[in-house]
T-cell receptor, first 115, second 114 residues
Framework: GDSVTQMEGPVTLSEEAFLTINCTYT??????LFWYVQYPGEGLQLLLK?????DKGSNKGFEATYRKETTSFHLEKGSVQVSDSAVYFC??????????????FGQGTTLQVKP | NAGVTQTPKFRILKIGQSMTLQCTQD?????MYWYRQDPGMGLKLIYY???????DKGEVPNGYNVSRSTTEDFPLRLELAAPSQTSVYFC?????????????FGPGTRLTVL
């Protein structure tokens, strides 16, 4: 079945450091890919998305490019802030014949940014 | 818009007790979902619904039941609570547009079964 694998956390960075969180996927069809963020004590919020190969999703300084050849969707940010401390989830959604739009999540990566 | 609301925020149950987790959305979304989040495990889909009167099992449905009598509400029922159901539960809704199905999440219910 479809699956998503993220790099293990926690990731601890100093403010203004460069961030990469790796995400790879396995899917039989052509999924849409997402990054969700969960701030402490809150639900998940969509951070960015990409629906086809070579699409780049971006939001709040974060970027991720849909790479079909490497089945990857790595999250990057050039300069992190303390306020970026959160758990980040990579996810995929396939719209096949069932059209359920179900999301399959990775295990999440905790990011801690220190001043 | 309030978005997706869930009640209660926290609950402690004894083994064998029953309870219903409430979920309501005011965005007129036809798709709704229930997930559980265990530490370090990501989210697992329990049940989902593509419209009023239609529900289906997700990845981990055992021990749970759902109903969808209206577009707005999607309650999750635990009949005989077990310690393995200790988790954080998230409800989500969406309205698929083309290739994109952005799901909107509620704040979650933290459930402990002792």
């Amino acid at each position: 079945g479809d699956s998503v694998t993220q790099m293990e956390g926690p990731v601890t960075l100093s403010e203004e450091a460069f961030l990469t969180i790796n995400c790879t996927y396995t899917a039989t069809g052509y999924p849409s890919l997402f990054w969700y963020v969960q701030y402490p004590g809150e639900g998940l919020q969509l951070l960015l998305k990409a629906t086809k190969a070579d699409d780049k999703g971006s939001n709040k300084g974060f970027e991720a490019t849909y790479r079909k050849e490497t089945t990857s969707f790595h999250l990057e940010k050039g300069s992190v802030q303390v306020s970026d401390s959160a758990v980040y989830f990579c996810a995929l959604s396939e719209f096949g014949s069932s059209n359920t739009g179900k999301l399959i999540f990775g295990q999440g990566t905790t990011l801690q940014v220190k001043p | 818009n309030a978005g997706v609301t869930q009640t209660p925020k926290f609950r402690i149950l004894k083994i064998g007790q029953s309870m219903t987790l409430q979920c309501t959305q005011d965005m007129n979304h036809n798709y709704m979902y229930w997930y559980r989040q265990d530490p370090g495990m990501g989210l697992k889909l329990i049940y989902y619904s593509v419209g009023a009167g239609i529900t289906d099992k997700g990845e981990v449905p055992n021990g749970y039941n759902v109903s969808r009598s209206t577009t707005e509400d999607f309650p999750l029922r635990l009949e005989l609570a077990a310690p393995s159901q200790t988790s954080v539960y998230f409800c989500a809704s969406s309205y698929p547009k083309g290739l994109v199905n952005e799901q909107f999440f509620g704040p979650g219910t933290r459930l402990t079964v002792l």
